[in-house]
C-alpha cells in the first residue's frame, strides 16, 4: 500500500526497461513509487526486490502514485511509445499531477510528439522527454540518458538521472567497472547532460540509434568481406574482432560481435549459432526517422540511410534466393596476403564509422536551426561514451574534437581525424575496390567512401544535373561566373538559344 507523498520518484510500466530503471534508481537511494496496469505485475516485482537500499512502494492506481510522490513530483513512464504516452499523461493530470511536476517519457517516442506533447501539456505539468540507451542492462546498471524539456525544471531530475546514469572516467572516458545489485559505481563522470528544450533528448536519441543502425550494418559488413574472402570459421573471426577491440575500434559493438561469432549453436554443437541465424534484419523505425529527418533537412546521411535500406533488402530473403539464381556475379578468388586484408577491413571499418558519425553531428547541427535548439556536441558526445549501445574508445576523440571547436563544420576537418583517414584511406579504398570486384554487397563501406570523396570535392557533377533540369523544366541554374542567387534559363533546345537572367533573390 502507498504511503503519503514519501517517494523521490514514480514509474509507471514495469516491463523490463521499467523494472530496470526502477530498480537502477532504488539501488542509489531513492525511494521509488510503481505502477503497471497489470497490477499482479506490480505485486510480483514488489514482492521479488524485498530489500533495496531506496525501497519500492507498490501502487494500485494512479491516485495513489500521485499521492505517493514528494512534489515537486517526478514521473517517468515507460510504455510503448505512441497513443500510450498521451493517455498516461492525461490520466496522470486526472489522478491529481500538477503543473510543477515534471512527467517523464523515457520510450523511445518521436521527437517531434515530444515538442507537440510538452506544449500540449505546458499549462498542466513539466513534460519532458528522455533518451534511455544501453538496453536492459543498461537501463538496471547505468543508461547514458539524454533529457530534454524546460531548462528551469531540469535541476529537479538532474540529481536522479546523474545517479542512475553510466559513468566514464573523467580523464580517459573509459566506461568505470560495471554495478551490481545493490552496489551502484562510486565516483566518475555520468553519463547524462541536459540536452534542450521540448524533444531535443529524444531528437538525439533518436540520431544515436541512426549512428547504431550504420555502426552495426558497418561491423556485419566487415565480417562477411572477411568470412567471404577468406573462408574462415566464425571462431577465427571472432579472435580478430577481439583483437580489433584492444585498438581504436574498441566498443561495446565490437566486443558483442567477438562474443557472438564463436557461439556455437545449442542445437548442432558442432556448428556456429550466428551461421544459424536467419539473414533478414528487423527495425522498430528510429533508423528510418534519422533518415527521413536527414531528407527533410537536406542533409547527406546517406549511410544512416543505407544501413536502412540494407535491413530492407535483407529483409527480401524469398526474392534474393530467387535472384541469386539467376543473377550471376564475378568469380572471384582472393589470393592475396591474409593479414593484409584484415588489416585493410580494420582500417576500412575506422574510416567508414568516422564519417558515420560525422554524419550523425552534421545532422543535429542542422537540428539546432531547424528545432531552435542549443546543442553542445561535445556533450553529446561524452554522454555516448559509456552506457549507450554505440559507446566507443573513439567517442572520447569527438568529445575532445567539439571541446576543441564547438564551432567544428564537419567532424572530418577536426584534425585528428582528418588524419586517421588520410592514413587509412588506401587500403579503405582497396577494400571497396575489392567488394566491387569480388560482387560481395558492402553497402555501408561504398556509401561512407562516397560520402567521404563527396564532401570533400570542390567539384562535383551537380553543374550537368542543374542544366538537365533547366533543359527539361525550365527550372533555372547559376553561373559559376556570376553571384550565388541570381538565376539564368537557357531555351536549350531552341535555336537562338537565348540566356535569360531570372531573378537575384538575395
Ligand atoms: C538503445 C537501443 C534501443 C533498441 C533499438 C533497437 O539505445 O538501447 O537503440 O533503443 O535496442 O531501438 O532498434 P531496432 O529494433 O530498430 O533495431
Redesign the pocket.
Known amino acids: 500500500m502507498a504511503e503519503k507523498a514519501s517517494a523521490d520518484v514514480g514509474l509507471i510500466g514495469l516491463a523490463v526497461m521499467g523494472q530496470n530503471l526502477a530498480l537502477n534508481m532504488a539501488d542509489h537511494g531513492f525511494k521509488v513509487a510503481v505502477f503497471n496496469r497489470t497490477t499482479r505485475v506490480m505485486k510480483e516485482f514488489i514482492a521479488a526486490n524485498p530489500d533495496t537500499p531506496g525501497g519500492l512502494v507498490g501502487c494500485e492506481n494512479l491516485s495513489e502514485l500521485v499521492a505517493a510522490a514528494k512534489k515537486p513530483r517526478k514521473i517517468v513512464i515507460l510504455v510503448k511509445a505512441g497513443p500510450a504516452v498521451d493517455t498516461v499523461t492525461k490520466q496522470l493530470i486526472e489522478a491529481g499531477a500538477e503543473k510543477d511536476d515534471l512527467i517523464v517519457d523515457c520510450g523511445?517516442s518521436q521527437w517531434t510528439d515530444t515538442i507537440r506533447r510538452e506544449k500540449e501539456f505546458s499549462d498542466r505539468c513539466r513534460f519532458f522527454g528522455s533518451g534511455?540507451?544501453?538496453?536492459e542492462t543498461?537501463a538496471r546498471f547505468g543508461?547514458s540518458l539524454m533529457p530534454g524539456g524546460a531548462a528551469d525544471a531540469w535541476k529537479h531530475l538532474e540529481p536522479i538521472w546523474n545517479a542512475i546514469a553510466a559513468k566514464v572516467d573523467a580523464e580517459t572516458g573509459k566506461p568505470i567497472e560495471t554495478a551490481k545489485p545493490g552496489r551502484p559505481v562510486k565516483g566518475g563522470v555520468p553519463c547524462s547532460a541536459y540536452i534542450g528544450e521540448n524533444g531535443a533528448g529524444h531528437y538525439v536519441?533518436m540520431v544515436?540509434?541512426g549512428i547504431?543502425?550504420i555502426d552495426m550494418q558497418l561491423i556485419s559488413e566487415a565480417y562477411f568481406l572477411l568470412r567471404n574472402l577468406l573462408h574462415v570459421e566464425p571462431e577465427e573471426l571472432s579472435q580478430i574482432f577481439a583483437r580489433w577491440n584492444e585498438g581504436d575500434l574498441d566498443s561495446y559493438l565490437i566486443e558483442i560481435t567477438a562474443d557472438i561469432l564463436k557461439q556455437r549453436d545449442p542445437d548442432h554443437p558442432d556448428a556456429f549459432l550466428v551461421d544459424y541465424v536467419l539473414d533478414t534484419a528487423?527495425?522498430?523505425?528510429?533508423?528510418k526517422w534519422t533518415s527521413i529527418n536527414a531528407l527533410d533537412m537536406g542533409i547527406p546521411a546517406n549511410s544512416i540511410a543505407e544501413a536502412v535500406f540494407a535491413r530492407c533488402l535483407s529483409a527480401l530473403k524469398v526474392e534474393r534466393e530467387a535472384a541469386s539464381q539467376h543473377l550471376i556475379g564475378p568469380e572471384y578468388q582472393y589470393n592475396g596476403d591474409r593479414n593484409e586484408l584484415v588489416n585493410a577491413v580494420h582500417d576500412a571499418l575506422y574510416c567508414s564509422k568516422i564519417c558515420a558519425y560525422a554524419q550523425g553531428f552534421q545532422l543535429m547541427r542542422a537540428a539546432e536551426t531547424e528545432y531552435k535548439w542549443k546543442l553542445d556536441l561535445a556533450s553529446i558526445a561524452s554522454i555516448w561514451r559509456g552506457g549507450?549501445?554505440i559507446r566507443a574508445r573513439f567517442l572520447q576523440r569527438i568529445t575532445a574534437a567539439y571541446a576543441r571547436d564547438p564551432q567544428l563544420v564537419n567532424l572530418l576537418l577536426d584534425p585528428y581525424f582528418k588524419e586517421q583517414i588520410q592514413r587509412n584511406q588506401t587500403r579503405w579504398r582497396s577494400v571497396v575496390a575489392l567488394a566491387a570486384q569480388a560482387g560481395i554487397a558492402a553497402p555501408a563501406f561504398m556509401s561512407a567512401l562516397a560520402y567521404h570523396d563527396g564532401y570533400r570535392s570542390a567539384q562535383l557533377p551537380a553543374n550537368l544535373l542543374q542544366a538537365q533540369r533547366d533543359y527539361f523544366g525550365a527550372h533555372t541554374y547559376e553561373r559559376i561566373d556570376q553571384p550565388r542567387g541570381v538565376s539564368f534559363h537557357l531555351d536549350w533546345s531552341k535555336p537562338d538559344r537565348r540566356q535569360i537572367k531570372i531573378t537575384d533573390s538575395h
Do not use: A, L, M
Open positions: 523511445n534511455v540507451s544501453g538496453g543498461g543508461p536519441k544515436h540509434n547504431e543502425y528487423q527495425q522498430k523505425g528510429t533508423g549507450c549501445i
